[in-house]
């Protein structure tokens, strides 16, 4: 009776196993994607907007073998023996070069896009910030972000510049009245003059002077909770699925 029962329960995780690798090769999710589906993934991503990015990632493959190649050959050397560390090196050269250019690709992609914002912000580094997309909306879809981190609140907005600016100075009154002397930036999307471009948001967020300690910032998003409970969550369209992220995890590991 207990052998059978044994059984049955290796069964029945035999199955969920079965199950879950099913769901994690159909799944949309990066999340669920192994390190070379996530590399593919984003070359795929990346070469339909940028096609120059395959002879790039060949020219320095190619770059790093060849030398090794030619030297031995001239030489009369063990070339072969190091023909695998050149192989190596040739292919983390161009995962190099791919995630150079991936960021490129997919600013080029979702540029003017609602929610493309989303682009930069999962770049931030998790353990230093946070952010919120969708805090405030227009109906014509204007948005505003929020990031918390060492440089205090930052408030971003997409969107026509003539609706976004009026909303966004509204959320900064808000925050100002929770944050206790924290600072709040506002800062609109675009490429006119006093908007930073969907490629340089990154680096103007990191780029703003330490306001906060760690823990600081905990402190913060608890109050920033208190704020967001008391309305309704922004209708935000489901924004694009940025991969650069996926790509660095699949060259460190997970």
């Given at each position: 009776?207990a052998?059978e029962k044994?059984?049955?329960l290796?069964?029945?995780?035999?199955?969920?196993?079965?199950?879950?690798?099913l769901?994690?090769?159909?799944?949309?999710?990066?999340?669920?994607?192994?390190?070379w589906?996530?590399?593919v993934?984003a070359?795929?991503r990346?070469?339909?907007?940028?096609?120059?990015?395959?002879?790039?990632?060949?020219g320095?493959?190619?770059?790093?073998v060849?030398?090794?190649?030619?030297?031995g050959?001239?030489?009369r050397?063990a070339w072969?023996?190091?023909?695998?560390?050149?192989l190596?090196?040739?292919?983390?050269?161009?995962?190099?070069?791919?995630?150079?250019?991936?960021?490129?690709a997919?600013v080029?992609r979702?540029?003017?896009?609602?929610?493309?914002?989303?682009?930069?912000?999962?770049?931030l580094?998790?353990?230093?910030?946070?952010?919120?997309?969708?805090?405030?909306?227009?109906?014509?879809?204007?948005l505003?972000?929020r990031?918390?981190?060492p440089?205090?609140?930052?408030?971003?907005?997409?969107?026509?510049?003539g609706?976004?600016k009026?909303l966004?100075?509204?959320?900064?009154?808000?925050?100002e009245?929770?944050?206790?002397?924290?600072?709040?930036?506002?800062?609109?999307?675009?490429?006119?003059?006093?908007?930073?471009k969907?490629?340089?948001l990154?680096?103007?967020?990191?780029?703003?002077p330490?306001?906060?300690?760690?823990?600081?910032?905990?402190?913060?998003?608890?109050?920033?909770?208190?704020?967001?409970?008391?309305?309704?969550?922004?209708?935000l369209?489901?924004?694009?699925?940025?991969?650069?992220?996926g790509?660095?995890?699949?060259m460190?590991?997970?």
């Amino acid at each position: 009776m207990a052998s059978e029962k044994a059984k049955e329960l290796a069964a029945k995780q035999k199955a969920a196993i079965k199950a879950e690798k099913l769901r994690r090769k159909n799944s949309d999710d990066p999340r669920d994607w192994g390190r070379w589906r996530q590399f593919v993934e984003a070359y795929k991503r990346t070469a339909e907007v940028d096609p120059a990015v395959t002879w790039w990632m060949l020219g320095v493959g190619l770059g790093v073998v060849a030398p090794v190649a030619v030297l031995g050959i001239v030489t009369r050397l063990a070339w072969w023996a190091w023909l695998p560390l050149a192989l190596v090196s040739g292919v983390l050269g161009a995962m190099l070069v791919l995630t150079r250019r991936v960021k490129g690709a997919m600013v080029k992609r979702y540029e003017g896009q609602p929610g493309s914002a989303e682009v930069a912000l999962q770049l931030l580094n998790n353990k230093k910030y946070t952010y919120d997309m969708g805090i405030a909306a227009t109906r014509q879809l204007d948005l505003v972000h929020r990031v918390v981190g060492p440089g205090g609140i930052v408030l971003i907005g997409e969107g026509s510049p003539g609706r976004v600016k009026p909303l966004i100075q509204g959320e900064a009154r808000k925050h100002e009245q929770v944050s206790y002397g924290t600072p709040v930036s506002q800062v609109v999307l675009g490429k006119g003059d006093g908007q930073v471009k969907l490629g340089d948001l990154e680096k103007y967020i990191k780029g703003l002077p330490k306001a906060l300690q760690p823990h600081q910032v905990s402190e913060v998003r608890q109050r920033l909770r208190a704020l967001d409970a008391v309305r309704p969550k922004a209708p935000l369209p489901k924004g694009p699925m940025p991969t650069p992220k996926g790509v660095n995890r699949a060259m460190r590991g997970r």
